[in-house]
């Protein structure tokens, strides 16, 4: 029986869907590409914000236009949007053969196969995970040591260390070629930002072993893998729930020593939360991309605090001065949410001045909205839909300009380039991948230029910036001796 996953939302979302295609290859499924040629389709959602659950439900209906039209039998909802609305979704969307929480993971192959077989699921009945066992990507009698209550010792220094966890794994099928993969690190969050729904449908915080990430680190490197992008909710509370928050300094020199592995990218930093050994051990540990994916969400502290969040125009650039005297030429992304309630327009003055100021490389812009069952959603002051697209066009032209501004600045710069993209247009071989303070998707790329011929995807090649045209570069292909290749 043949399978499509189609994923959408973040780089969490595409391990979820290795892992399951993972499960359901070993348990006789042939993996297809295309829906059209699937028996059955599996839609793995996003519950994040509304424009992404409108994508997922649009995603999921234009999958069940296939059983009229092709050989597709079955449309089955995985992911966040699933597990956050569960039989809500159910019953607003009959087109779906099945909707599916995370619990039936482990046993997808045969949850598939009856929902193929004409049974009836019951649809998933979504509950708060934060008083449920963490849904970890570690097995669950090691993750009671996470639990309060359980009264489980944490694991000591030399149970991390040891060999990948025995018992039920997460089997994992790379669905792309790239030269660049997600790895978990963690799940969940412990954090209670008002304006996030997110820790009630993915659960509370959840470290992976070290010895597992390296062994997934391992493993993708024999796959081809060069780059791996480190992924979690929260990357900051790392090791806190096995006995040791300064884990990921420790790891990160171990990942990058993988063999295969040349470069490690970390996602998701609290500011809060981003000591300064963590600082030094993204900047200075060779092998790790000096890259600081920084959540600062606003730079008003009246806003933080009404986010629940901490911080302030301060103590956010006194935290990029950190990085910065470490690592000069550092990528820094961050993303604000703007419109919040109670925002006044000295608030929004703060967050354009502290933008300005922080000279960052990319900046998402998001209009706030309210989400069912945040805290957010009953707060007074809230702003109308037309004020909050206007504040969120003024930001973004800010945004816009400040990012050309600070890839200009790159000019000059020498960078190493990881090459994803080999075409071939009007005769001529263009090669584009991304430098060290590019992270995937959503910082912008390097096309190079010069001495390409014979660049191959996954090369990681010297060269230096020539050009600027919003967060893209182009580059020239720095002369090595060696046919241009670090």
């Not at 000279?359 to 109308?384: I, K, M």
Request: glycine share 10%; proline share 5%.
């Amino acid at each position: 029986m043949s399978v499509a996953l189609v994923t959408l939302g973040c780089a969490r979302n595409d391990v979820d869907s290795e892992e399951l295609a993972g499960r359901l290859e070993a348990d006789g499924f042939r993996l297809v590409e295309d829906p059209d040629a699937a028996d059955a389709v599996v839609v793995n959602t996003c519950g994040f914000v509304e424009a992404a659950k409108k994508d997922s439900v649009d995603t999921l209906l234009a999958a069940a236009d296939l059983k009229e039209e092709g050989r597709t039998r079955a449309v089955v909802a995985v992911g966040c949007l699933a597990e956050r609305y569960g039989n809500e979704l159910a019953s607003s969307l009959p087109e779906a053969d099945a909707v599916l929480g995370f619990d039936d993971y482990p046993d997808i192959a045969a949850r598939l196969t009856s929902i193929v077989a004409g049974e009836q699921h019951h649809p998933h009945t979504p509950q708060d995970r934060r008083r449920l066992l963490p849904i970890s990507p570690v097995d669950r009698a090691a993750s009671t040591a996470a639990v309060p209550g359980h009264g489980t010792a944490p694991a000591t220094p030399e149970d991390l260390r040891g060999a990948p966890q025995s018992g039920p794994r997460a089997v994992r099928r790379r669905l792309g070629a790239g030269p660049m993969s997600p790895l978990k690190l963690a799940s969940g969050c412990d954090r209670r930002c008002t304006f996030c729904a997110i820790p009630t449908f993915r659960g509370s915080f959840v470290s992976r072993r070290p010895a597992d990430v390296l062994s997934e680190a391992r493993w993708l490197a024999e796959q081809g893998v060069r780059e791996v992008f480190l992924v979690s909710e929260n990357s900051t509370s790392y090791g806190k729930d096995l006995g040791d928050l300064r884990l990921l300094e420790t790891l990160l020199p171990e990942l990058a020593a993988v063999e295969g592995i040349e470069r490690v990218r970390v996602s998701y930093l609290q500011p809060a939360e981003t000591r300064p050994g963590l600082v030094s051990a993204i900047a200075a540990t060779p092998g790790v991309a000096p890259y600081f994916d920084l959540s600062f969400q606003h730079a008003s502290a009246s806003v933080l605090r009404r986010m629940r969040r901490f911080g302030d125009p301060e103590s956010f650039l006194g935290l990029l001065e950190q990085v910065r005297a470490q690592a000069p030429a550092a990528g820094v992304r961050s993303n604000v949410i703007v419109g919040f309630p109670g925002e006044t327009e000295e608030d929004l003055a703060t967050l354009c001045d502290f933008l300005e100021a922080a000279r960052l490389d990319v900046t998402g812009v998001f209009g706030y909205s309210n989400e069912d069952g945040t805290e957010a959603e009953g707060y007074d002051g809230q702003h109308d839909e037309g004020e909050i697209a206007d504040r969120v066009a003024h930001v973004t032209a800010l945004v816009e300009e400040l990012t050309a501004q600070r890839a200009e600045e790159r000019l000059g710069e020498e960078v190493a380039v990881l090459v994803e993209n080999v075409t071939t247009e009007d005769g001529e071989v263009v090669v584009e991948g991304r430098a060290a303070h590019q992270g995937p998707e959503v910082d912008g790329t390097t096309q190079l230029t010069g001495a390409v011929d014979g660049l191959r995807v996954g090369d990681l090649v010297p060269a230096v910036v020539t050009a600027a045209e919003g967060a893209d570069l182009l580059a020239a292909v720095a002369s090595t001796g060696q046919g241009g290749r670090l």
